[in-house]
Nanobody, 124 residues
């Protein structure tokens, strides 16, 4: 049974930082590209950042350029999202997702497995 479990969310003031973690189990982690998505109330789920199976390729949404970074550890089966200079508009539930591909894709429908999400709230 595949499980993706996010952690690290919380309440932070604007300009602050958070590091989200996602722990994967039940799959061959190094065979999957990993992505982070977010969904704010009343909005569709949107792409944030993705990383290839080997960490060599990364893609991000323009809205997080220069503020967020993604990394992964294929030994620990974990993927991370470091979020700096947070803004109130970053407030959302953040989800990690796994995509069994050698590519790096941004469409949510491409992803095979999803975590339950972790809430990030940025106060102004």
């Amino acid at each position: 049974q595949v499980q993706l479990v996010e952690s690290g969310g919380g309440l932070v003031q604007a300009g602050g930082s958070l590091r989200l973690s996602c722990t994967a189990s039940g799959l061959t982690f190094s065979s999957y590209a990993m992505g982070w998505f977010r969904q704010a109330p009343g909005k569709e789920r949107e792409f944030v950042f993705a990383i290839s199976w080997d960490g060599g390729r990364k893609y991000y949404a323009d809205s997080v350029k220069g503020r967020f970074t993604i990394s992964r550890d294929n030994v620990k089966n974990m993927v991370y999202l470091q979020m700096n200079s947070l803004k109130p508009e970053d407030t959302a539930v953040y989800y990690c997702a796994a995509d069994r591909t050698t590519a790096v894709r941004m469409g949510p429908r491409e992803y095979d497995y999803w975590g339950q999400g972790t809430q990030v709230t940025v106060s102004s």
